[in-house]
T-cell receptor, first 114, second 112 residues
Framework: AQSVTQPDIHITVSEGASLELRCNYS??????LFWYVQSPGQGLQLLLK??????LVQGIKGFEAEFKRSQSSFNLRKPSVHWSDAAEYFC????????????FGRGTSLIVHP | KAGVTQTPRYLIKTRGQQVTLSCSPI?????VSWYQQTPGQGLQFLFE???????NKGNFPGRFSGRQFSNSRSEMNVSTLELGDSALYLC???????????FGPGTRLTVL
């Protein structure tokens, strides 16, 4: 079974600074990988996903993520954070093919200081 | 294309009551999954329905049940509510082939 770890419960950055949120997964083959964002009281919005191919994936809102097979990681990055990026970020891993249910990490709460 | 919709958005119930939550998936999506989100447990998978059949099930007691209609709309029911059932209940839909889930805004259930 797959699993995903987000080592950082909270991350605090200043507006305009760069951001990297960590995600490590456990799965026997190349999984499907996702990053979602959740604003307070809202549902999850898909930021980006990786299935195969280019290991650097571009998403919405200026986010990108890089799949590193050797490190079993799929870290989310943004070069310059905006105050509106403050939210909860979830990494998820899914098994390719057939019926699957993604496994979600516990989330990382991003706090942005002005 | 309209997104996933969930009704109601907020609900307050008392212990022992039952509740029904509704989810309308994105047009063309036939898979609907339900999740419970709490601060302590995070996102936990409840069940998934595809073509009116439960295809996957998480580790929740039988008080939690669901169904899916022929138009892919889904409902989940919680009977004999407990205080610990207070949570944000999220519904997600995916197209046939099911590689990506798209979430609704959730229903915030408070049990008093």
């Amino acid at each position: 079974a797959q699993s995903v770890t987000q080592p950082d419960i909270h991350i605090t950055v200043s507006e305009g600074a760069s951001l990297e949120l960590r995600c490590n997964y456990s799965y026997g083959a190349t999984p499907y990988l996702f990053w979602y964002v959740q604003s307070p009281g809202q549902g999850l919005q898909l930021l980006l996903k990786y299935f195969s191919g280019d290991t650097l994936v571009q998403g919405i809102k200026g986010f990108e993520a890089e799949f590193k097979r050797s490190q079993s990681s799929f870290n989310l990055r943004k070069p310059s954070v905006h105050w509106s990026d403050a939210a909860e970020y979830f990494c998820a891993v899914g098994a390719p093919g057939g019926s699957y249910i993604p496994t979600f990490g516990r989330g990382t709460s991003l706090i942005v200081h002005p | 294309k309209a997104g996933v919709t969930q009704t109601p958005r907020y609900l307050i119930k008392t212990r022992g009551q039952q509740v029904t939550l509704s989810c309308s998936p994105i047009s063309g999506h036939r898979s609907v999954s339900w999740y419970q989100q709490t601060p302590g447990q995070g996102l936990q998978f409840l069940f998934e329905y595809f073509s009116e059949t439960q295809r996957n099930k998480g580790n929740f007691p039988g008080r939690f049940s669901g169904r899916q209609f022929s138009n892919s709309r889904s409902e989940m029911n919680v009977s004999t509510l407990e205080l610990g059932d207070s949570a944000l209940y999220l519904c997600a839909s995916s197209r046939p082939g099911g590689d990506t889930q798209y979430f609704g805004p959730g229903t915030r259930l408070t049990v008093l």
